[in-house]
């Protein structure tokens, strides 16, 4: 059993056998593909308790847990283990990270074996898609035919309805949390304007940085950007307010309010960790998102799998209405579905971090599905 | 008479006796300093029937009427002239442009008469309060002791409220539009993404850059940001939807959303008329804006002059919270002041296209306090 903040490891899966090829919405093909993932919990005899998490634009496979050396825990540390939300001493949790990325798995800034040299821009175009169609592949290869459920938020919320959309009998349920069945213009709006910071900046250079270091100006602007709109500005208040850094205005342009220090320094730590590239070929995907009309369920079909949509108010980067267009859908198709949508003001960050009333809902949930 | 759409001209009034170095809120000076301005409708002989609108961040003194060859009329037409908002038959309309900017008056890409370069960063850093401070001397120049009314969106009611601030004998009337008592952290957030992107771009060069060519990518990417926080969710729903530039998705990094496009090309339409260092300092000012407390009436003070503001329901740049505490605060001190929440989906771009609606609450305001 693995208990609570203890070791866990990135494992990484390549496809060795067909397909060692993976067919993109594009057209193009990529191949090999690693993923890298990480598990919790035990697979039980009949694997009926194998649950999927997704994660955000800037995560990775590490929701939960220590890794040996660190400090801080898995992303979704307070959702992930035993006793919580995803209680590990009953479901095997599973977390993969996306193609596209720079967290272990097959992204543009992964050596591309015909060349011998980084993708770079030469990486194809990938989509949520996509990114579905390669898990399906570490699902199988896990052995397990039918997930208990597929969870995530905001761009884990668009794979987790996506795996719904791709493969509906392989879901026995779902949890789309802070996203929709779409990136509406504002948020294609947002992903442009830090796709052209980044490209703004002359060291991404057409994305051929690899040997010269990344374009971290460019980054630290889309980053900061990000950060704005991932917090609510009620949430900026209570955290910030007007609060100076030192006693009085500096009348430069230095950083004079602690919010401005806040950005920038949340700007430096990213660019230490993330792929400028990466950023950009993951904002595409999300921008070309779209399960609206009948994508997400084929026109005259329902769907056997049940959902937990959970929507938070403050949130202005995924507003309610966007998961409240999920339950509509979902109703007119009688499916299965509940809608939650809890009282926050930490906006988008909420799903991060309103953790005892995720948990009371999900826990609920799933032991209403998962019978043992 | 100025006839709607009629030729007018900017003028230019520079100080030329003392005090031609102006004292402002850091402890510097400044001088000496011209204004752009221009002027619509006849003072009367008493001088009671003058009117200064105060202009947004990228705004100008050119409010409204034409200018020879010009084939778009001022910033805000659509509100001055015969027979609309401000009246020009009734009122003697004053629009001057700020400090710190780079449309006529005396601002970074200035020449500094000791060095006979452009200031760049040797300009001095401005508040809203000293932007106020100089057009004092302008209305002084115009003969006028007290101002019928002072009237602007955005950073234009920040300036009318500042005005009632610094010279509340000076000031019938006010109407802050779109504005509030102060930038929120969420406000200094956006700026500040804006300014890092123009610093972060190399033709930056510490601001030296008059020689060289000015730092367009940086300033179009802060602009395109601009842009986003002007319209709403809805507004661009409505205006952009899902809608494709071409049939198909390009799966490249093009441009392949119209919303993209626009963003783009508002971008660069707008580093061809405004100086990245006006846009630095003015952004400043704007997040050094704070009459919160008693700083727009001294405490156990009230006021004479009487207020009307407006705010709009999808505003979320300037939320109408933020119109309903300037509100608050001017009953608490018992100041005849009325609040108009206008119902509209335009976002913050509100103020300059609800004509109709702004019409209706300024004639009436503006009617009840000038008796001719």
Redesign the interface.
């Known amino acids: 059993m693995v208990t609570d903040k203890s070791i866990v490891q990135t494992k990484y899966f390549t496809f060795s056998q067909p397909p060692n090829e993976l067919p993109l ?4 093909k990529l191949g090999p593909i690693t993923l890298a993932f990480e598990t919790y919990g035990e697979l039980n005899a009949n694997k009926s308790n194998a649950i999927l998490i997704l994660h955000a634009l800037s995560g990775d496979a590490h929701v939960a847990g220590m890794h040996q050396g660190d400090e801080k825990p898995g992303w979704w540390d307070s959702m992930v283990g035993p006793g919580k939300a995803f209680d590990t001493n009953k479901y095997f949790v599973i977390c993969s990270n996306v193609i596209g990325g720079c967290r272990g798995s097959t992204g543009p800034s992964s050596i591309n074996p015909k060349t011998n040299k980084p993708y770079a ?1 030469s990486f ?2 990938i989509t949520i898609s996509d990114m579905v169609n390669a898990q399906r592949f570490l699902i199988d290869h896990l052995g397990i035919d039918k997930l208990l459920c597929v969870a995530g938020g905001s761009m884990g919320g668009m794979q987790a309805l996506q795996w719904v959309a791709n493969f509906p009998q392989r879901v026995r349920s779902c949890i789309p949390i802070s996203t929709g069945l ?5 948020q ?3 992903d ?2 830090g ?3 980044i ?4 060291d991404w250079k057409e994305g051929n940085y690899y040997e010269t270091g990344q374009p971290e ?2 980054l ?2 889309a980053r ?2 990000g ?2 709109t991932y ?1 609510s ?1 009620q949430s ?2 209570d ?4 609060k100076l850094k030192d006693k009085n ?1 500096s ?3 230095e950083t ?5 220090g806040y ?2 320094y949340r ?1 430096d730590i990213f660019v230490k960790r993330f792929d400028a590239n990466s950023y ?1 070929y993951i904002t ?1 995907a999300m ?2 998102f ?1 399960l609206s009309a009948d994508k997400l369920i084929p026109e005259n079909k329902t769907l056997d799998s049940r959902f937990l949509v959970i929507a938070f108010k403050s949130d ?1 980067l995924y ?1 309610p209405y966007q998961s409240q267009e999920i339950v509509r859908l979902l109703k007119s198709r009688h499916v299965h579905s509940s809608y939650c949508e809890i009282n926050s003001t930490y906006g988008h960050d909420a799903f991060l971090l309103e953790i005892k009333e995720e948990t009371r809902l999900i826990n609920h949930f799933l032991s209403n599905i998962f019978k043992g």
């Open positions: 919405e594009s057209g193009l821009l194809p175009m779409k990136h509406s213009p504002q294609i709006a947002f442009e304007v796709r052209q910071a490209m703004a900046d002359p100006k460019g630290s602007v900061m950007l950060h704005i917090m500005d900026m208040e955290k910030f307010s007007r205005y009348f430069k342009f004079d309010f602690e919010v401005e950005l920038i700007g950009l595409k921008d070309y779209d202005w507003p």
